[in-house]
């Protein structure tokens, strides 16, 4: 496993096997994801010209919010998942930067240094391979090889954030959107004091209202007693809409392969992608190279009046 650079000088990381894990930023212009966001946003050259035209008026008139109003792929992140209606991606834009205005969260400083941790630990990783959706995999242990002294759930969550963020940034996966998997095997009784209620609640808030992401699915696997504990804590402030998108599958892998397809998923999830383990070194790595769109979303947003 290696970083590597494409003709172009961009960064990837080569597993073997033809497997990499590389970011694409450029718009999509194949049939197949021009016909599928016609169909499902509304994304046609007429109605994408004219929610761009309407959302600028609306952020023009908004002195309180700093974002950069003539960059038209910032703007499509969140027109997107608001299937270009302008004042819906308004009040998303709104709602996501207020939820950065938060201390008590973890969404206000991103950079790879402050998420190095997380993924050298391997507990975060962003899968090399889209389903066969389109959609972007990130994976998260909360089980047995999570050690809660090295990475806090708080620094999980930050680490998680800053995978969506950059992915949230490919045109591709805006469109597709996003699934979570994630693994609670031989998960301790220590590990549920990590879980406050009220930053549970703070990350599902996050969400289910105001991420600029379509997260499809979050698949839960080798749940147990101690998850049905943990369970107790955010059933309360999950939405009808999230209910129905979190899925548990115990630990029956043909019951998550009925909704991930086997060949985009790596052995240790039973599926038929052969490569090694994430080297989490190397995925920092990696994202350092992105270090300054990291930097350009963290200068956005509402100003700090504290």
Same mark, same amino acid.
């Given at each position: 496993? @290696?970083? /590597? ?12 096997? *033809?497997? $990499? ?13 021009? *016909? ?8 046609? &050259?007429?109605?994408?010209?004219? @929610? ?13 919010? =700093? ?12 027109? /997107? &998942? /608001? ?14 930067? =207020?939820?950065?205005?938060?201390? *008590? ?22 899968? &090399?391979?889209?389903?066969? $959706?389109?959609? /972007?995999?990130?994976? !998260? ?33 805006? +469109? ?25 609640? $703070? ?7 105001? @991420?600029?992401?379509?997260? =499809? ?16 804590? %955010?059933? &309360? %402030? ?26 985009? !998923?790596?052995?240790? +999830? ?32 509402? @100003?700090?009046?504290?």
């Amino acid at each position: 496993m @290696a970083l /590597r650079f494409d003709g172009n000088k961009l960064p990837y990381i080569d597993l073997g096997k *033809d497997v $990499h894990l590389k970011l694409d930023f450029t718009e999509y212009s194949d049939k197949k994801s021009l *016909d599928k966001a016609q169909e499902e946003l509304r994304e046609t &050259p007429e109605v994408v010209e004219t @929610a761009l035209k309407e959302l600028r008026v609306l952020l023009s008139d908004d002195k309180d919010l =700093k974002v950069p109003i003539e960059d038209d792929a910032f703007l499509k992140k969140f027109l /997107r &998942p /608001r299937k270009y209606y302008p004042e819906s991606a308004y009040e998303l834009l709104k709602s996501y930067h =207020k939820m950065k205005t938060r201390k *008590d969260f973890v969404m206000d400083n991103i950079s790879t240094e402050a998420i190095k941790i997380a993924l050298e630990e391997r507990v975060v990783q962003l899968l &090399p391979n889209r389903d066969s $959706h389109g959609r /972007r995999i990130i994976f !998260l242990e909360m089980g047995g090889k999570w050690d809660c002294s090295k990475v806090p759930f708080t620094e999980m969550i930050r680490a998680a954030h800053a995978l969506l963020t950059i992915a949230s940034l490919e045109p591709l996966t805006q +469109l597709n959107g996003l699934i979570y998997i994630v693994n609670f095997d031989k998960m301790k009784l220590s590990q549920l004091g990590q879980f406050s209620p009220k930053f549970v609640k $703070h990350c599902l808030e996050y969400g289910q209202k105001s @991420a600029s992401m379509r997260v =499809k699915a979050i698949h839960i696997i080798n749940n147990a007693k101690v998850f049905d504990m943990l369970f107790t804590i %955010f059933k &309360p %402030f999950i939405g009808k809409k999230w209910s129905q998108r979190i899925l548990l599958h115990s630990s029956n892998m043909a019951s998550l392969h009925k909704h991930v397809d086997q060949s985009c !998923l790596p052995t240790n +999830l039973e599926g038929s992608c052969e490569y090694p383990e994430m080297d989490g070194k190397v995925l920092v790595e990696f994202l350092e190279h992105y270090q300054d769109r990291y930097d350009a979303l963290n200068s956005y947003g509402y @100003a700090d009046k504290s």
